[in-house]
């Protein structure tokens, strides 16, 4: 069964380092998003990518983030210079677009740790 | 604002038992409605959606939710519960208003146990 994957699992990075967030959607899938989920908090939705370029984002995703389809099977999530309150689970998902109504399938995530 | 409850940091059931994870949103009009479960070191994997018609709605190994329209509530319910049904459960909706734009809105999440 096709599944997102992501890389790295984990990644630790000093603050105001660039960071690059992975992700391979599923091959057939028009929509990629990234959502992050802070510890002890809610997931929170970032952006949403189609027919590349942005759809919607978030008031979190600003200036310091970017989202990039560098060939036809890479989704990626750039922080330009990581805060401490970046550190979160970062999940990237993707969904076919045939539908509105359509289903958002997840990766197991990246754990972004910034010290 | 938009939001959603999951008024239960954690449900504890004895296998063979029903289980209920309760989740209520506040979201205009009537919106899509999602549950994903979390086992360690796994994504967020689909359960199951609402979209429209009948209320009850089945989904993945054996779970279901009931559409409560009157009470905003899509509560994740199985007849019985098995040890290997322990994992996070989230419930999730999206504005059925918002058109091409599909942000999901998140609850916190209620951590299922089955006990042997």
């Known amino acids: 069964e096709p599944e997102v994957t992501q890389t790295p699992s984990h990644q630790v990075t000093q603050m105001g380092q660039e960071v690059i967030l992975r992700c391979v959607p599923i091959?057939?899938?028009?929509?990629f998003y990234w959502y992050r989920q802070i510890l002890g908090q809610k997931v929170e939705f970032l952006v949403s990518f189609y027919n590349n370029e942005i759809s919607e984002k978030s008031e979190i995703f600003d200036d310091q983030f970017s989202v990039e389809r560098p060939d036809g099977s890479n989704f990626t999530l750039k922080i330009r210079s990581t805060k401490l309150e970046d550190s979160a689970m970062y999940f990237c998902?993707?969904?076919?677009?045939?539908?509105?109504?359509?289903?958002?399938?997840f990766g197991p995530g990246t754990r972004l740790t910034v010290l | 604002a938009q939001s959603v409850a999951q008024p239960e940091d954690q449900v504890n059931v004895a296998e063979g038992n029903p289980l209920t994870v309760k989740c209520t949103y506040s979201v205009s009009g009537n919106p899509y409605l999602f549950w994903y479960v979390q086992y360690p070191n796994r994504g967020l994997q689909f359960l199951l959606k609402y979209i429209t018609g009948d209320n009850l709605v089945k989904g993945s190994y054996g779970f279901e939710a009931e559409f409560n329209k009157s009470q905003t509530s899509f509560h994740l319910k199985k007849p019985s519960a098995l040890v290997s049904d322990s994992a996070l459960y989230f419930c999730a909706v999206r504005d059925r208003r918002a058109g091409n734009n599909r942000k999901l809105i998140w609850g916190l999440g209620t951590s299922l146990a089955v006990n042997p």
């Open positions: 998902a993707s969904s076919d677009g045939r539908e509105v109504t359509d289903t958002q399938y």
């Open positions: 091959s057939n899938h028009l929509y």
